[in-house]
Protein backbone atom coordinates (compact mmCIF):
# COMPACT_ATOMS: atom_id res chain seq x y z
CA UNK A 1 0.00 0.00 0.00
CA UNK A 2 1.19 3.41 -0.73
CA UNK A 3 -0.62 5.81 -0.05
CA UNK A 4 0.42 9.71 -0.13
CA UNK A 5 0.47 11.16 3.34
CA UNK A 6 -1.55 14.39 4.06
CA UNK A 7 1.64 15.92 5.23
CA UNK A 8 2.90 16.08 1.74
CA UNK A 9 3.65 19.62 0.09
CA UNK A 10 1.63 19.67 -3.37
CA UNK A 11 3.48 22.43 -4.33
CA UNK A 12 6.80 20.43 -3.09
CA UNK A 13 5.12 17.20 -5.82
CA UNK A 14 4.38 20.16 -8.51
CA UNK A 15 8.31 21.58 -8.39
CA UNK A 16 9.48 17.39 -8.34
CA UNK A 17 7.18 16.53 -11.20
CA UNK A 18 8.09 19.89 -13.17
CA UNK A 19 12.12 18.81 -12.76
CA UNK A 20 11.46 15.43 -13.61
CA UNK A 21 9.85 16.31 -16.96
CA UNK A 22 13.12 18.23 -18.09
CA UNK A 23 15.21 15.35 -16.68
CA UNK A 24 13.59 13.24 -19.18
CA UNK A 25 12.95 15.61 -21.86
CA UNK A 26 11.48 14.26 -25.02
CA UNK A 27 11.72 10.50 -23.41
CA UNK A 28 8.07 9.18 -21.93
CA UNK A 29 7.88 9.13 -18.01
CA UNK A 30 7.27 5.29 -16.68
CA UNK A 31 6.64 6.76 -13.33
CA UNK A 32 8.45 8.89 -10.38
CA UNK A 33 8.28 8.34 -6.68
CA UNK A 34 9.79 9.94 -3.19
CA UNK A 35 11.65 7.12 -1.30
CA UNK A 36 13.95 6.23 1.26
CA UNK A 37 13.76 7.89 4.31
CA UNK A 38 12.92 11.11 3.05
CA UNK A 39 9.61 9.76 2.26
CA UNK A 40 8.80 10.08 5.85
CA UNK A 41 9.60 13.97 6.10
CA UNK A 42 7.81 15.57 2.93
CA UNK A 43 6.47 18.79 4.86
CA UNK A 44 7.45 22.50 3.67
CA UNK A 45 9.39 22.70 6.92
CA UNK A 46 11.69 19.49 6.59
CA UNK A 47 15.03 20.24 5.46
CA UNK A 48 15.83 16.56 5.31
CA UNK A 49 17.44 15.41 2.04
CA UNK A 50 14.64 14.32 -0.23
CA UNK A 51 15.33 11.05 -2.53
CA UNK A 52 13.50 11.13 -5.64
CA UNK A 53 13.44 7.64 -8.07
CA UNK A 54 12.63 8.45 -11.77
CA UNK A 55 11.84 5.79 -14.48
CA UNK A 56 12.62 6.68 -18.00
CA UNK A 57 11.50 4.50 -20.76
CA UNK A 58 14.00 4.77 -23.86
CA UNK A 59 16.76 7.42 -20.98
CA UNK A 60 19.67 7.47 -23.06
CA UNK A 61 22.30 8.15 -20.69
CA UNK A 62 20.89 4.60 -18.89
CA UNK A 63 21.75 6.07 -15.37
CA UNK A 64 22.24 9.55 -14.11
CA UNK A 65 22.14 11.20 -10.92
CA UNK A 66 21.05 14.62 -10.51
CA UNK A 67 21.20 17.27 -7.68
CA UNK A 68 18.94 20.06 -7.27
CA UNK A 69 16.94 22.38 -4.59
CA UNK A 70 13.78 22.64 -4.13
CA UNK A 71 13.16 26.01 -2.03
CA UNK A 72 16.57 25.16 -0.27
CA UNK A 73 15.61 22.06 0.29
CA UNK A 74 18.37 19.60 -1.03
CA UNK A 75 17.34 16.65 -3.10
CA UNK A 76 18.52 13.83 -5.29
CA UNK A 77 17.05 12.25 -8.32
CA UNK A 78 18.07 8.68 -9.21
CA UNK A 79 17.45 8.65 -12.88
CA UNK A 80 17.06 5.27 -14.42
CA UNK A 81 16.15 3.90 -17.86
CA UNK A 82 13.15 1.75 -17.31
CA UNK A 83 14.69 -1.28 -19.23
CA UNK A 84 17.89 -1.43 -16.44
CA UNK A 85 15.36 -1.04 -13.90
CA UNK A 86 12.58 -3.96 -14.73
CA UNK A 87 16.03 -6.36 -15.03
CA UNK A 88 17.29 -4.94 -11.16
CA UNK A 89 13.65 -6.08 -10.19
CA UNK A 90 13.65 -9.16 -11.56
CA UNK A 91 17.03 -10.24 -11.45
CA UNK A 92 19.36 -7.52 -9.09
CA UNK A 93 20.82 -6.50 -12.25
CA UNK A 94 22.40 -3.92 -10.55
CA UNK A 95 22.51 -5.62 -7.27
CA UNK A 96 19.36 -3.51 -6.29
CA UNK A 97 20.93 -0.92 -6.51
CA UNK A 98 17.92 0.81 -7.70
CA UNK A 99 14.72 -1.67 -6.82
CA UNK A 100 16.27 -1.69 -3.56
CA UNK A 101 13.92 1.30 -2.99
CA UNK A 102 10.79 -0.35 -3.46
CA UNK A 103 11.55 -2.34 -0.37
CA UNK A 104 11.19 0.67 2.01
CA UNK A 105 7.89 3.15 2.00
CA UNK A 106 7.63 4.69 -0.90
CA UNK A 107 5.14 7.55 -2.51
CA UNK A 108 4.28 7.73 -5.72
CA UNK A 109 4.01 10.62 -7.82
CA UNK A 110 3.40 9.17 -11.10
CA UNK A 111 1.96 5.48 -12.35
CA UNK A 112 1.33 4.20 -8.75
CA UNK A 113 -0.08 0.92 -10.41
CA UNK A 114 3.31 0.27 -12.24
CA UNK A 115 5.36 0.82 -9.14
CA UNK A 116 2.81 -1.46 -6.94
CA UNK A 117 3.44 -4.53 -9.84
CA UNK A 118 6.78 -3.96 -9.90
CA UNK A 119 7.03 -4.13 -5.61
CA UNK A 120 5.14 -6.95 -5.61
CA UNK A 121 7.68 -8.88 -8.13
CA UNK A 122 10.63 -7.54 -6.35
CA UNK A 123 9.29 -8.74 -3.18
CA UNK A 124 8.31 -12.05 -4.36
CA UNK A 125 12.17 -12.51 -5.81
CA UNK A 126 13.19 -11.82 -2.51
CA UNK A 127 10.94 -14.20 -0.42
CA UNK A 128 12.24 -16.92 -2.78
CA UNK A 129 15.99 -15.81 -2.06
CA UNK A 130 14.85 -16.18 1.85
CA UNK A 131 13.44 -19.46 2.07
CA UNK A 132 16.06 -20.53 -0.25
CA UNK A 133 18.43 -19.39 2.17
CA UNK A 134 16.60 -21.32 4.91
CA UNK A 135 16.49 -24.78 3.50
CA UNK A 136 20.61 -24.08 3.08
CA UNK A 137 20.50 -23.45 6.34
CA UNK A 138 18.53 -25.47 7.85
CA UNK A 139 18.53 -28.71 5.50
CA UNK A 140 15.66 -30.61 7.54
CA UNK A 141 14.53 -28.49 10.02
CA UNK A 142 13.31 -25.60 7.33
CA UNK A 143 10.32 -28.28 6.22
CA UNK A 144 8.78 -27.42 9.81
CA UNK A 145 9.86 -23.73 10.42
CA UNK A 146 6.75 -21.80 10.75
CA UNK A 147 7.50 -18.41 9.64
CA UNK A 148 5.52 -15.10 10.16
CA UNK A 149 5.74 -12.63 7.44
CA UNK A 150 6.94 -10.00 9.26
CA UNK A 151 10.62 -11.69 8.80
CA UNK A 152 10.50 -11.44 5.07
CA UNK A 153 10.63 -8.23 5.50
CA UNK A 154 13.49 -7.32 8.61
CA UNK A 155 15.33 -9.83 7.44
CA UNK A 156 15.52 -7.93 3.25
CA UNK A 157 16.12 -4.69 4.71
CA UNK A 158 18.78 -6.14 7.32
CA UNK A 159 20.22 -7.96 5.20
CA UNK A 160 20.77 -5.16 2.39
CA UNK A 161 22.02 -2.67 5.43
CA UNK A 162 24.80 -5.43 6.14
CA UNK A 163 26.15 -5.42 2.85
CA UNK A 164 25.53 -1.41 2.85
CA UNK A 165 26.02 -0.01 6.00
CA UNK A 166 24.51 3.56 4.68
CA UNK A 167 21.25 2.14 4.25
CA UNK A 168 21.03 1.94 7.97
CA UNK A 169 20.21 5.65 7.94
CA UNK A 170 16.77 5.18 5.96
CA UNK A 171 16.28 2.30 8.72
CA UNK A 172 16.59 5.12 11.34
CA UNK A 173 13.78 6.87 9.65
CA UNK A 174 11.74 4.19 9.00
CA UNK A 175 11.27 2.76 12.59
CA UNK A 176 10.62 6.24 14.30
CA UNK A 177 8.05 5.30 17.14
CA UNK A 178 5.36 8.03 16.02
CA UNK A 179 5.75 6.13 11.87
CA UNK A 180 6.82 2.65 12.83
CA UNK A 181 3.25 0.95 12.62
CA UNK A 182 1.99 3.34 10.01
CA UNK A 183 5.56 2.05 7.73
CA UNK A 184 5.37 -1.43 8.47
CA UNK A 185 2.05 -1.76 7.39
CA UNK A 186 2.96 -0.08 4.14
CA UNK A 187 6.23 -2.34 3.20
CA UNK A 188 4.40 -5.19 4.71
CA UNK A 189 1.12 -5.29 2.09
CA UNK A 190 3.37 -5.75 -0.81
CA UNK A 191 4.78 -9.11 0.51
CA UNK A 192 1.72 -10.56 1.81
CA UNK A 193 -0.02 -9.86 -2.32
CA UNK A 194 4.11 -11.73 -3.06
CA UNK A 195 3.25 -14.67 -0.47
CA UNK A 196 -0.65 -15.00 -1.76
CA UNK A 197 1.24 -15.76 -5.12
CA UNK A 198 3.82 -17.89 -3.66
CA UNK A 199 1.05 -19.80 -2.32
CA UNK A 200 -0.83 -20.29 -5.41
CA UNK A 201 2.49 -21.38 -6.99
CA UNK A 202 2.93 -24.00 -4.43
CA UNK A 203 5.99 -22.74 -3.23
CA UNK A 204 4.67 -22.01 0.34
CA UNK A 205 1.77 -23.18 2.30
CA UNK A 206 -0.22 -21.50 4.78
CA UNK A 207 -0.43 -23.06 8.42
CA UNK A 208 -2.70 -21.50 11.24
CA UNK A 209 -1.84 -17.97 10.71
CA UNK A 210 2.06 -18.74 9.81
CA UNK A 211 3.67 -20.06 6.34
CA UNK A 212 5.69 -23.05 5.87
CA UNK A 213 7.92 -24.39 2.94
CA UNK A 214 6.59 -26.31 0.59
CA UNK A 215 8.29 -30.04 0.57
CA UNK A 216 8.91 -29.38 -3.29
CA UNK A 217 11.01 -26.02 -2.66
CA UNK A 218 12.90 -27.49 -0.27
CA UNK A 219 13.86 -30.51 -2.29
CA UNK A 220 14.76 -28.06 -5.27
CA UNK A 221 16.84 -26.11 -3.34
CA UNK A 222 19.19 -28.66 -1.60
CA UNK A 223 22.57 -28.63 -3.63
CA UNK A 224 25.83 -26.84 -3.07
CA UNK A 225 24.81 -24.69 -6.83
CA UNK A 226 22.26 -22.86 -4.82
CA UNK A 227 24.51 -21.86 -1.98
CA UNK A 228 27.12 -20.79 -4.39
CA UNK A 229 24.51 -18.43 -6.15
CA UNK A 230 23.47 -16.92 -3.21
CA UNK A 231 27.07 -15.95 -2.16
CA UNK A 232 27.44 -14.37 -5.77
CA UNK A 233 24.32 -12.94 -5.13
CA UNK A 234 25.49 -10.96 -2.24
CA UNK A 235 28.46 -10.25 -3.41
CA UNK A 236 26.64 -8.82 -6.67
CA UNK A 237 24.69 -6.53 -4.39
CA UNK A 238 27.29 -5.20 -1.77
CA UNK A 239 29.44 -4.34 -4.99
CA UNK A 240 26.92 -2.72 -7.11
CA UNK A 241 25.28 -0.60 -3.84
CA UNK A 242 28.78 -0.16 -3.22
CA UNK A 243 29.39 1.83 -6.41
CA UNK A 244 25.85 2.47 -7.33
CA UNK A 245 24.44 3.96 -3.76
CA UNK A 246 22.66 6.66 -2.03
CA UNK A 247 26.22 8.26 -0.30
CA UNK A 248 28.21 7.23 -2.84
CA UNK A 249 26.39 9.22 -5.28
CA UNK A 250 26.13 11.93 -3.24
CA UNK A 251 29.72 12.11 -2.14
CA UNK A 252 30.76 12.54 -6.32
CA UNK A 253 28.30 15.91 -6.79
CA UNK A 254 29.71 16.71 -3.44
CA UNK A 255 32.95 16.98 -3.96
CA UNK A 256 32.29 19.30 -7.32
CA UNK A 257 30.90 22.10 -4.73
CA UNK A 258 31.95 23.44 -1.39
CA UNK A 259 28.70 25.24 -1.60
CA UNK A 260 26.74 22.05 -1.46
CA UNK A 261 28.22 20.07 1.24
CA UNK A 262 27.56 23.34 3.47
CA UNK A 263 23.78 23.13 2.57
CA UNK A 264 23.91 19.36 2.68
CA UNK A 265 23.45 19.42 6.71
CA UNK A 266 22.12 16.20 7.26
CA UNK A 267 25.67 14.93 6.44
CA UNK A 268 27.56 17.03 8.79
CA UNK A 269 29.00 14.89 12.09
CA UNK A 270 27.16 12.05 10.09
CA UNK A 271 29.79 9.48 9.10
CA UNK A 272 29.05 7.05 11.71
CA UNK A 273 25.10 7.84 10.93
CA UNK A 274 25.00 3.65 10.24
CA UNK A 275 26.09 2.65 13.94
CA UNK A 276 22.76 4.39 15.40
CA UNK A 277 21.22 1.94 17.66
CA UNK A 278 18.07 0.92 15.85
CA UNK A 279 14.74 -0.39 17.65
CA UNK A 280 14.26 -3.31 15.06
CA UNK A 281 13.64 -6.58 16.18
CA UNK A 282 15.30 -9.75 15.05
CA UNK A 283 14.16 -11.63 12.04
CA UNK A 284 14.50 -14.91 14.22
CA UNK A 285 12.11 -13.78 16.14
CA UNK A 286 9.47 -14.19 13.52
CA UNK A 287 10.88 -17.83 12.69
CA UNK A 288 9.23 -20.81 15.32
CA UNK A 289 9.84 -24.97 15.65
CA UNK A 290 7.21 -27.24 16.69
CA UNK A 291 7.75 -28.61 20.25
CA UNK A 292 5.51 -29.85 23.07
CA UNK A 293 4.68 -26.73 24.73
CA UNK A 294 3.71 -25.35 21.22
CA UNK A 295 6.16 -23.08 18.79
CA UNK A 296 9.15 -21.82 20.09
CA UNK A 297 11.20 -18.80 18.80
CA UNK A 298 14.65 -19.18 16.62
CA UNK A 299 15.31 -15.90 18.53
CA UNK A 300 15.01 -17.20 21.81
CA UNK A 301 18.49 -16.49 24.19
CA UNK A 302 16.79 -17.40 27.77
CA UNK A 303 19.36 -19.43 29.97
CA UNK A 304 19.21 -22.74 31.00
CA UNK A 305 17.69 -21.90 34.74
CA UNK A 306 15.16 -19.02 33.03
CA UNK A 307 14.03 -21.77 30.73
CA UNK A 308 13.64 -23.99 32.86
CA UNK A 309 11.77 -22.32 34.86
CA UNK A 310 9.39 -21.30 32.13
CA UNK A 311 9.01 -24.56 31.07
CA UNK A 312 8.32 -26.24 34.46
CA UNK A 313 5.75 -23.41 35.25
CA UNK A 314 8.02 -22.49 38.48
CA UNK A 315 7.81 -18.83 40.17
CA UNK A 316 11.39 -16.99 39.11
CA UNK A 317 12.63 -17.23 43.00
CA UNK A 318 12.20 -20.94 42.74
CA UNK A 319 15.58 -22.65 42.86
CA UNK A 320 16.85 -24.85 40.38
CA UNK A 321 19.71 -27.18 39.90
CA UNK A 322 21.76 -27.78 37.26
CA UNK A 323 23.69 -31.24 37.59
CA UNK A 324 25.94 -32.03 34.49
CA UNK A 325 25.22 -35.96 32.92
CA UNK A 326 28.62 -36.12 30.66
CA UNK A 327 29.03 -36.19 27.18
CA UNK A 328 32.50 -36.80 25.67
CA UNK A 329 31.73 -34.15 22.25
CA UNK A 330 28.44 -32.22 23.94
CA UNK A 331 27.60 -31.40 27.45
CA UNK A 332 24.00 -32.68 28.81
CA UNK A 333 22.63 -31.17 31.71
CA UNK A 334 20.04 -32.53 33.95
CA UNK A 335 18.04 -29.92 35.52
CA UNK A 336 15.71 -30.30 38.31
CA UNK A 337 13.06 -28.54 40.37
CA UNK A 338 11.57 -29.16 43.70
CA UNK A 339 7.61 -28.37 43.58
CA UNK A 340 4.87 -29.80 45.45
CA UNK A 341 6.65 -32.33 47.59
CA UNK A 342 8.32 -33.82 44.03
CA UNK A 343 10.70 -33.07 41.61
CA UNK A 344 10.43 -32.59 38.40
CA UNK A 345 13.58 -32.60 35.58
CA UNK A 346 14.40 -31.82 32.50
CA UNK A 347 16.97 -32.84 30.07
CA UNK A 348 19.59 -29.79 28.12
CA UNK A 349 21.63 -30.72 25.40
CA UNK A 350 24.69 -28.22 24.33
CA UNK A 351 25.39 -28.29 21.02
CA UNK A 352 29.30 -27.00 20.74
CA UNK A 353 31.25 -27.06 17.54
CA UNK A 354 33.27 -30.14 17.22
CA UNK A 355 37.16 -29.29 16.51
CA UNK A 356 40.25 -30.49 16.90
CA UNK A 357 41.25 -33.82 18.77
CA UNK A 358 37.25 -34.03 19.49
CA UNK A 359 36.77 -35.37 16.22
CA UNK A 360 39.70 -35.81 14.99
CA UNK A 361 39.30 -39.49 16.25
CA UNK A 362 36.11 -39.82 14.92
CA UNK A 363 37.13 -38.96 10.88
CA UNK A 364 39.86 -41.29 11.57
CA UNK A 365 38.47 -44.34 12.04
CA UNK A 366 35.42 -43.74 10.09
CA UNK A 367 37.19 -42.29 6.75
CA UNK A 368 35.54 -43.70 3.63
CA UNK A 369 32.90 -45.55 5.67
CA UNK A 370 30.71 -42.45 7.76
CA UNK A 371 31.13 -38.48 7.47
CA UNK A 372 30.68 -36.76 10.56
CA UNK A 373 28.63 -33.54 10.91
CA UNK A 374 30.61 -31.09 13.23
CA UNK A 375 28.56 -27.63 13.20
CA UNK A 376 26.90 -27.41 15.97
CA UNK A 377 24.52 -25.60 14.61
CA UNK A 378 23.87 -28.29 12.01
CA UNK A 379 23.73 -30.76 14.05
CA UNK A 380 20.94 -29.16 16.81
CA UNK A 381 19.31 -28.47 13.59
CA UNK A 382 19.04 -32.30 12.64
CA UNK A 383 18.33 -33.38 16.32
CA UNK A 384 15.53 -30.79 16.40
CA UNK A 385 13.64 -31.76 13.16
CA UNK A 386 14.05 -36.03 13.29
CA UNK A 387 12.99 -35.54 16.58
CA UNK A 388 9.55 -33.63 15.50
CA UNK A 389 9.48 -35.71 12.80
CA UNK A 390 9.69 -39.42 14.37
CA UNK A 391 7.28 -38.12 17.32
CA UNK A 392 4.74 -37.31 14.53
CA UNK A 393 4.67 -40.56 13.57
CA UNK A 394 4.09 -41.84 16.20
CA UNK A 395 8.02 -43.33 17.79
CA UNK A 396 8.65 -42.66 21.07
CA UNK A 397 11.37 -40.26 22.07
CA UNK A 398 11.78 -37.34 24.60
CA UNK A 399 9.63 -34.54 23.25
CA UNK A 400 11.27 -31.49 22.35
CA UNK A 401 10.24 -28.88 25.23
CA UNK A 402 12.10 -25.76 23.39
CA UNK A 403 15.12 -24.41 21.36
CA UNK A 404 17.77 -21.47 22.26
CA UNK A 405 19.46 -21.42 18.77
CA UNK A 406 21.85 -18.51 19.47
CA UNK A 407 23.13 -20.40 22.37
CA UNK A 408 22.70 -23.78 20.68
CA UNK A 409 20.61 -25.30 23.27
CA UNK A 410 18.42 -27.67 23.78
CA UNK A 411 15.27 -28.45 26.15
CA UNK A 412 13.99 -32.21 26.14
CA UNK A 413 12.08 -34.26 28.35
CA UNK A 414 13.39 -35.97 30.85
CA UNK A 415 12.20 -39.81 30.69
CA UNK A 416 12.57 -42.28 33.20
CA UNK A 417 13.99 -45.70 32.30
CA UNK A 418 17.23 -47.86 31.61
CA UNK A 419 19.34 -47.91 28.40
CA UNK A 420 20.49 -50.54 26.26
CA UNK A 421 23.87 -50.88 27.14
CA UNK A 422 22.94 -51.31 30.77
CA UNK A 423 20.83 -54.58 29.46
CA UNK A 424 23.06 -55.57 27.14
CA UNK A 425 25.79 -56.11 29.53
CA UNK A 426 23.58 -57.24 32.04
CA UNK A 427 22.86 -60.28 29.29
CA UNK A 428 26.19 -60.61 28.37
CA UNK A 429 26.86 -61.45 32.27
CA UNK A 430 24.21 -64.14 32.30
CA UNK A 431 25.20 -67.86 32.04
CA UNK A 432 22.80 -69.25 29.08
CA UNK A 433 20.25 -68.01 26.78
CA UNK A 434 17.28 -69.61 29.07
CA UNK A 435 17.95 -66.74 31.86
CA UNK A 436 17.74 -63.81 29.26
CA UNK A 437 14.03 -64.86 27.26
CA UNK A 438 12.56 -61.26 28.57
CA UNK A 439 15.42 -59.35 27.41
CA UNK A 440 15.67 -60.81 24.20
CA UNK A 441 12.29 -60.22 23.29
CA UNK A 442 13.06 -56.13 24.31
CA UNK A 443 15.57 -56.64 21.75
CA UNK A 444 13.98 -58.01 18.86
CA UNK A 445 11.61 -55.13 19.49
CA UNK A 446 14.82 -52.78 19.28
CA UNK A 447 15.16 -54.48 15.55
CA UNK A 448 11.81 -53.73 14.92
CA UNK A 449 12.09 -49.72 15.96
CA UNK A 450 15.14 -49.53 13.66
CA UNK A 451 12.69 -51.17 10.67
CA UNK A 452 9.63 -48.50 11.06
CA UNK A 453 12.40 -45.86 11.32
CA UNK A 454 14.52 -47.21 8.22
CA UNK A 455 10.73 -47.45 6.50
CA UNK A 456 10.57 -43.67 6.67
CA UNK A 457 13.90 -43.34 4.81
CA UNK A 458 15.20 -42.02 7.65
CA UNK A 459 18.79 -43.50 9.54
CA UNK A 460 19.39 -42.27 12.90
CA UNK A 461 23.26 -41.77 12.69
CA UNK A 462 24.49 -42.58 16.21
CA UNK A 463 22.73 -45.95 17.20
CA UNK A 464 24.85 -47.00 20.17
CA UNK A 465 22.63 -48.93 22.87
CA UNK A 466 23.36 -45.91 25.33
CA UNK A 467 21.14 -43.93 23.09
CA UNK A 468 18.38 -46.06 23.22
CA UNK A 469 16.44 -46.37 26.40
CA UNK A 470 13.41 -49.15 28.00
CA UNK A 471 11.24 -46.82 29.58
CA UNK A 472 9.31 -47.40 32.68
CA UNK A 473 6.12 -46.94 30.32
CA UNK A 474 7.11 -49.97 28.48
CA UNK A 475 8.12 -48.28 25.05
CA UNK A 476 11.71 -47.73 23.76
CA UNK A 477 12.84 -44.60 23.14
CA UNK A 478 14.99 -43.59 20.75
CA UNK A 479 17.16 -40.76 21.93
CA UNK A 480 20.38 -38.43 20.07
CA UNK A 481 19.60 -37.74 16.01
CA UNK A 482 22.47 -35.38 15.97
CA UNK A 483 23.69 -37.62 13.37
CA UNK A 484 20.35 -38.11 12.01
CA UNK A 485 19.38 -37.47 8.35
CA UNK A 486 17.07 -38.54 5.74
CA UNK A 487 18.00 -41.30 2.66
CA UNK A 488 21.41 -42.05 4.89
CA UNK A 489 23.08 -45.22 4.92
CA UNK A 490 21.16 -47.70 6.55
CA UNK A 491 23.98 -50.20 7.16
CA UNK A 492 25.01 -47.76 9.59
CA UNK A 493 22.87 -47.54 11.90
CA UNK A 494 22.53 -51.43 11.52
CA UNK A 495 26.75 -51.71 12.28
CA UNK A 496 26.95 -49.32 15.07
CA UNK A 497 24.35 -51.25 16.98
CA UNK A 498 25.18 -54.74 16.94
CA UNK A 499 29.14 -53.94 17.21
CA UNK A 500 28.64 -51.78 20.48
CA UNK A 501 27.03 -55.12 21.75
CA UNK A 502 30.71 -57.00 20.91
CA UNK A 503 32.41 -54.37 22.35
CA UNK A 504 30.52 -55.22 25.69
CA UNK A 505 31.51 -58.63 25.66
CA UNK A 506 34.27 -60.20 27.87
CA UNK A 507 37.02 -61.36 25.79
CA UNK A 508 36.90 -64.55 28.13
CA UNK A 509 33.46 -65.41 27.77
CA UNK A 510 33.01 -66.51 24.16
CA UNK A 511 30.79 -65.54 21.33
CA UNK A 512 27.63 -67.61 21.91
CA UNK A 513 25.69 -64.95 24.33
CA UNK A 514 26.49 -62.16 21.74
CA UNK A 515 25.77 -63.85 18.76
CA UNK A 516 22.25 -63.94 20.67
CA UNK A 517 21.67 -60.79 20.87
CA UNK A 518 22.88 -60.15 17.58
CA UNK A 519 20.29 -62.40 15.91
CA UNK A 520 17.87 -61.18 18.22
CA UNK A 521 18.02 -58.17 16.90
CA UNK A 522 18.67 -59.31 13.19
CA UNK A 523 15.19 -61.68 13.79
CA UNK A 524 13.17 -58.37 14.59
CA UNK A 525 14.55 -55.66 12.34
CA UNK A 526 13.80 -58.37 9.26
CA UNK A 527 10.54 -59.68 10.73
CA UNK A 528 9.32 -55.62 10.38
CA UNK A 529 10.12 -55.51 7.00
CA UNK A 530 14.20 -54.00 7.59
CA UNK A 531 16.25 -54.29 4.52
CA UNK A 532 18.52 -57.59 4.31
CA UNK A 533 20.16 -55.51 2.18
CA UNK A 534 21.62 -53.22 4.55
CA UNK A 535 21.96 -56.27 7.54
CA UNK A 536 24.41 -58.52 5.21
CA UNK A 537 26.77 -55.09 3.64
CA UNK A 538 27.15 -54.12 7.91
CA UNK A 539 28.96 -57.12 7.97
CA UNK A 540 31.56 -55.83 5.13
CA UNK A 541 35.11 -54.47 6.00
CA UNK A 542 34.34 -51.05 5.36
CA UNK A 543 32.30 -51.39 8.59
CA UNK A 544 34.15 -53.81 10.48
CA UNK A 545 37.24 -51.74 10.30
CA UNK A 546 36.19 -48.82 11.87
CA UNK A 547 34.82 -51.01 15.24
CA UNK A 548 37.60 -53.28 15.20
CA UNK A 549 39.76 -50.59 17.13
CA UNK A 550 37.69 -51.42 20.28
CA UNK A 551 35.91 -54.76 19.77
CA UNK A 552 37.86 -57.64 19.79
CA UNK A 553 38.76 -59.52 16.99
CA UNK A 554 36.89 -62.93 17.18
CA UNK A 555 34.08 -61.07 18.43
CA UNK A 556 33.80 -58.56 15.62
CA UNK A 557 34.21 -61.37 13.05
CA UNK A 558 31.78 -63.22 14.32
CA UNK A 559 28.75 -60.88 14.19
CA UNK A 560 30.01 -59.74 10.93
CA UNK A 561 29.84 -63.61 9.22
CA UNK A 562 26.05 -63.21 11.46
CA UNK A 563 25.05 -60.04 9.27
CA UNK A 564 27.11 -61.88 5.57
CA UNK A 565 25.01 -65.00 5.95
CA UNK A 566 21.47 -63.32 6.98
CA UNK A 567 18.59 -64.64 5.42
CA UNK A 568 20.59 -67.97 3.98
CA UNK A 569 18.38 -70.16 6.50
CA UNK A 570 14.93 -68.55 4.63
CA UNK A 571 16.71 -68.77 1.33
Known sequence: MTIKQERFSEELERQICDFC??????????????????????????????EVLLVVDGFKPRLMNYVKFFNARPAIVYTVDKWIFEKDVSFGFLGEAFA????????????????????????KRLILELLENLVLAFPELSREIRIKPEYFMYEAMLGRARLFPPIYYTLSRLFQKELRKQNVNQVMDGYLSALRELEKEGIVERVNGFYKVSQNFVENFRSRKALFINLLRSAQKA?????????????????????????????????NYWKTELDIEDPKAYLFVPTA????????????????????????????AVEALGGVLNDVYLVKVSLDGGERRVVVKSFKDWSGFKWFPLTL??????????????????????NHFLYSKGFAVPRLLGINHGEKLVFMEYVEGETLEKIIKRILSREGADEIKEEL???????????????????????????????????????????????????????????????????????????????????GYLGAG?????????GKPRYTKVFSVFVFPHVILAISNICRKAGCENG
Not at 25 to 39: D, L, M, R
Not at 100 to 111: A, G, M, T
Not at 365 to 386: D, H, M, P, Q
Not at 530 to 538: K, N, T
Open 441 to 523: KLIRRVGEVFAKVHALDVVLGDTKPENILAGRDGKIYLMDFEQASRKGDKAWDIAEFLYFIGHYASPFAGTKLVETVVKAFIE
Open 293 to 320: NGLAPLAAKMGIEDFARRTLKVERDTPV
Open 365 to 386: WTVGTRTFTLLGRSRLERECFI
Open 100 to 123: VHLIFPYIPLVNAEYLRAEEVKLK
Open 21 to 50: RQVANSSPITSICVCGGSAQFLSDESRALL
Open 530 to 538: GSLEAVRAA
Open 239 to 271: LFMSFLGTFPRVLGVLSESADLIMKFQFFEGGR
